[in-house]
C-alpha cells in the first residue's frame, strides 16, 4: 500500500506570494490532518479534515487554510507568505478516527 | 538530511544499553498520547500508543509508561540500536469534534556503536 505523498517536495517563494501545497493520504484513510514544523517551534498542529469537513484548527491566523476533496485528497494555502513561515509543512492521515497517523514525508517551503 | 531541531535535548546511550526518554504534557482531556520517531529527511513515525485509562503499554522493544498524576508519559527502549538513534515525540490526543494532536518539544537520541 502507498504511503501518504506531498508534493512538492521542495518549494521556495517570495514574501507576500501565495502557496498551494498538496497531500494524498494513504489509500482508504479519510482523515487527513497538517502540521507545521520549525526548529523554534517544533511541531504544531494546523488543521485536520474528515470528509471534506475541517473538524478542528490550530492556532495559526487565517492566511492558512486548507480543503480536502471527495478523495481525500487535501490541500492546504497559504496566502501573503511571511519569512516565519518558512518550515517544513507535515501531512498526516488515518483510517476514520484512528490515532495512529501516518505521515507524509513533508514539503519544505522557504520563503525569501 | 533535513534538521529536525536544532536546540532539542540530547540523550546519548551506548548500543545495547537501555534508553528512557521523558516527556511532560500538559491536557488532562488528552484520550491517547503517542510516541512518534522521526528520522532526518523524514515525517514522524507511530512507534506506540497508550490510551488515558491504563499506565503501562508494552511493545516490540519499547514500553510506554503514563502517569497522569504528575501528567508524564515516558518511552523506554530496551537493547538500543544505532537504529534507533532519530528524534522522538510524545504527542497527546484529544477530541474536539474531530481529533487534535498536540505534539511536545521533542528529544534527540543518539546511540553510540
Known amino acids: 500500500k502507498a504511503g501518504v505523498t506531498q508534493t512538492p517536495r521542495y518549494l521556495i517563494k517570495t514574501r507576500g506570494q501565495q502557496v498551494t501545497l498538496s497531500c494524498s493520504p494513504i489509500s482508504g484513510h479519510r482523515s487527513v490532518s497538517w502540521y507545521q514544523q520549525t526548529p523554534g517551534q517544533g511541531l504544531q498542529f494546523l488543521f485536520e479534515y474528515f470528509s471534506e469537513t475541517q473538524r478542528n484548527k490550530g492556532n495559526f491566523p487565517g492566511r492558512f487554510s486548507g480543503r480536502q476533496f471527495s478523495n481525500s485528497r487535501s490541500e492546504m494555502n497559504v496566502s501573503t507568505l511571511e519569512l516565519g513561515d518558512s518550515a517544513l509543512y507535515l501531512c498526516?492521515?488515518?483510517?476514520?478516527?484512528?490515532?495512529?497517523?501516518?505521515f507524509g514525508p513533508g514539503t519544505r517551503l522557504t520563503v525569501t | 538530511g533535513e534538521s529536525v531541531g536544532l536546540h532539542l535535548p540530547t540523550l546519548s546511550v551506548q548500543e545495547g544499553d537501555n534508553s528512557i526518554i521523558n516527556c511532560a504534557y500538559s491536557?488532562?482531556?488528552?484520550?491517547?498520547f503517542i510516541w512518534y520517531k522521526q528520522e532526518s529527511g523524514k515525517g514522524p513515525q507511530f512507534i506506540i500508543d497508550?490510551?488515558?485509562?491504563?499506565d503501562k503499554r508494552q511493545g516490540q522493544r519499547v514500553t510506554v509508561l503514563l502517569n497522569k498524576t504528575v501528567k508524564h508519559l515516558s518511552l523506554q527502549i530496551a537493547a538500543t540500536q544505532p537504529g534507533d538513534s532519530a528524534v522522538y515525540f510524545c504527542?497527546?490526543?484529544?477530541?474536539?469534534?474531530?481529533?487534535?494532536?498536540?505534539f511536545g518539544a521533542g528529544t534527540r537520541l543518539f546511540v553510540k556503536a
Open positions: 497508550i490510551r488515558s485509562n491504563m
Open positions: 491536557n488532562s482531556a488528552s484520550d491517547y
Open positions: 504527542a497527546e490526543n484529544f477530541h474536539t469534534g474531530g481529533f487534535k494532536t498536540i
Open positions: 498526516a492521515s488515518s483510517f476514520f478516527e484512528s490515532y495512529e497517523q501516518y
